[in-house]
């Protein structure tokens, strides 16, 4: 079993930044997991934003936030980020972090476990 909490979101201007953290607990070992960050804006479908392997040797990105989004791990710290720039209107959503056996996987299906989610608000 994996608990994640994340922390780190509120109201921040266009064209500003935010840094999420998902923090792990329980008996198995984060560093066992990747670890993906899906967000969902009020009236649509969660949607994946960013996966890390691992090892964080590898990451995959949506189109939507690539160069502007990276996701690191700290496995010591059994903590995951997600480093968000340039933020634009639309990333406006509630952003959940996951965990997963799979390798780098996309769909919300893919994940076991999830967070409660914390609230980006980014205005124009």
């Known amino acids: 079993q994996v608990q994640l909490v994340e922390s780190g979101g509120g109201l921040v201007q266009a064209g500003g930044s935010l840094r999420l953290s998902c923090a792990a607990s329980?008996?198995?070992?984060?560093?066992?997991?990747?670890m993906g960050w899906f967000r969902q804006a009020p009236g649509k479908e969660r949607e994946f934003v960013a996966v890390i392997r691992w090892t964080g040797g590898s990451t995959a990105y949506a189109d939507s936030v690539k160069g502007r989004f990276t996701i690191l791990r700290d496995n010591a710290k059994n903590t995951s980020y997600l480093q968000m720039n340039n933020l634009k209107p639309e990333d406006t959503a509630v952003y959940y972090c996951?965990?997963?056996?799979?390798?780098?996987?996309?769909?919300?299906?893919?994940?076991?476990?999830w967070g409660q989610g914390t609230q980006v608000t980014v205005s124009s």
């Open positions: 329980g008996r198995t070992s984060f560093s066992t997991y990747d």
């Open positions: 996951a965990a997963t056996r799979r390798i780098l996987p996309r769909n919300s299906w893919e994940y076991n476990y």
